[in-house]
């Protein structure tokens, strides 16, 4: 990984820039991000220590500069957010604990992911003692989800998966099982009641992810925490999915 540039990988469609778990703007528009994406804007702080710990690390995605239609996708993405209209700055002072000179560029991130590390769930689901990566909290901005950007953005994350000091040789993620997302409850909270149309035809995540090369391997049916839009508390089966990385 470069040390001194602001992208630590980038592809046609999308850079990543590393999140800074110390800047209070970074971690305002986190915790804005996931407000949009509607799931867990609750655990940013949580996300916060452990990023400092060296647990896990968070990356914003930023739209490649060769990308077509660029200037539009930005400007769909910033009309639709306007709190987000204030550029971030590269300021992340290391990646994985490891030392790294920020830039200081301006960027406007459209999305975020995260890579982590999660030894005692690897066990308990018979992964691989060393090599497993855990991909996390995918979100690309409504406005924007087309045109292969978030294809682009697990392409990147996964590169970057395979270098030092992760080494993975598998990447792991979890998502809601399909018949869930599916459901007429979930496209309710996620689209109807949020003023977004339900796209046709509607794709899961489960199924997205699997046209990328992942295979479910295990499920857990008591997976995410869930209150749906009349409040119930509730659990929303996940699955786990994962992919040999080459």
Known sequence: ?????????????????????????????????????????????????KQLEGGKFLYWVVLADAIPGR???LSDHLTTYPKETTPLRDTAADVWLTPRAASGEAFWPIGHLALEKQAEDDADMGLAKEGSVWIKHLYISWAIQAGGIG???????????????LFGTTIVLDTAQKETQSSDEWKRFFFTDMGRPIPEPFKTNEEWYGRMGYEVFYIDPVGFPWRNPDGVHSYIPRVMMKKTLV
């Open 1 to 49: 990984m470069s040390s001194d540039a602001m992208n630590l990988y980038a592809n046609s469609k999308v850079s990543l820039v590393p999140w800074d778990a110390r800047s209070d703007e970074h971690t305002t528009r986190m915790f804005e991000q996931r407000v949009a994406c509607g799931w867990r804007s609750d655990e940013v702080v949580e996300w916060r220590e």
């Open 151 to 165: 294809k682009a953005s697990m392409q990147a994350v996964e590169a970057l998966a395979k270098l030092e000091p």
């Open 71 to 73: 200037e539009k996708l």
